[in-house]
């Protein structure tokens, strides 16, 4: 079996012989945006993450899997991928860990107004701040019960969180306290105090929180978005961020990246950004390394 592995992943020596040793070729492509020079019919497994963005899949006519190096799977022809019978993986369970430290250090940031007293440490100001939140006893919506959300329920939980999961199925009984169907989101938005957005982006959920439904959410919720920018509409979550309907945003992901400088966004101290950088951790390497060896097997085996 010949595997295509781009520079979204380089692949280390050691790596490299031990992909070997279990009789696969390998190829690198070191750059995803490059023209591809090698003989495409002769791919049977890609490694890459926007490797599609840049080159013609239909080219690559003996492709039996590609794995993906992101959670998400919006950045492929999904209807090719499925008319053909490819394979198709993500990065499941790799980010879901720092994801959730992410999510949880970020909601106790807003909810323990950690940004107002960094802002006093700078200016050698002492003044004590009585709007302080505790976790306990608050309601979490989390939408999107895979790995990610999962993880985040798991981790919330112990502060005494009721979690509320969101999704068209349950998926995990035991990750929530409480499920409900997507369709009866808008019942309980004005009732949680923590809307975590862990859904996958696709045409039925891009600007799924519209202006009208983050009105709806809870006057002084938290808000916390770690999956796609364009599930929500971002003009409208900035005006409604300045009026005060938040008491804090955290956001990982936009609809444009890198975020525009002139975004209101950057100067709202309501808002917390991060450049889609949730996900880091030096173990994600390991993680991901294993993913792809266990996927090559089974498309193997098959």
């Keep these: ?12 020596d050691d790596e490299r012989t031990i992909l070997q040793n279990l009789g696969w070729t390998i190829e690198i492509h070191p750059d995803e945006t490059a023209p591809y020079l090698g003989d495409p019919q002769a791919i049977d497994a890609i490694v890459c993450n926007r490797f ?22 919006d950045q492929v022809d999904l209807q090719a991928i499925r008319s053909r019978g490819i394979q198709l993986f993500n990065a ?24 107002v007293f960094q802002v006093q440490q700078q200016q050698h100001l002492w003044q004590k701040q009585r709007d302080l939140l505790e976790l306990n006893g608050q309601t979490a ?9 999962t993880a985040i329920a798991q981790r919330l939980r112990p502060f005494g969180v009721q979690v509320v999961g969101v999704g068209r199925r349950l998926v995990n009984e ?3 306290d409480r499920f409900i169907l997507i369709e009866t989101v808008d019942v309980w938005l004005p009732l949680a105090d923590i809307i975590i957005v862990c859904l996958p982006l696709n045409s039925e959920t891009e600007h799924f929180f519209s ?10 919720s938290i808000l916390v978005n770690i999956s796609r920018g364009k599930i929500i509409e971002e003009p409208a979550l900035a005006d409604l961020v300045a009026s005060g309907h938040f008491r804090g945003v955290a956001l990982d992901v936009f609809e444009q990246e890198p975020l525009p400088e002139t975004s209101p966004l950057w100067n ?13 951790s030096p173990r994600n390497r390991e993680r991901l390394f294993q993913l792809i060896q266990t996927h090559l097997q089974k498309v193997e085996r098959s």
């Design 141 to 149: 919506l989390i939408l999107g019960l895979g790995d990610i959300g």
């Design 52 to 73: 599609f963005d840049h080159h013609d899949l239909a080219t690559f006519s003996q492709l039996k899997l590609i794995q993906l190096l992101s959670a998400g799977i």
């Design 92 to 115: 499941k369970g790799v980010y879901s860990i720092p994801i959730a430290e992410w999510t949880i250090g970020k909601i106790l940031e807003i909810a323990k107004s950690s940004r």
């Design 1 to 12: 079996m010949r595997v295509l592995i781009t520079g979204a992943f380089p692949l280390q």
């Design 174 to 176: 035991d990750a929530c």
């Design 211 to 220: 202006r009208e439904r983050l009105q709806n959410c809870k006057p002084g």
């Design 268 to 280: 709202d101290p309501r808002v917390l950004v991060t450049p889609h950088n949730s996900f880091v």
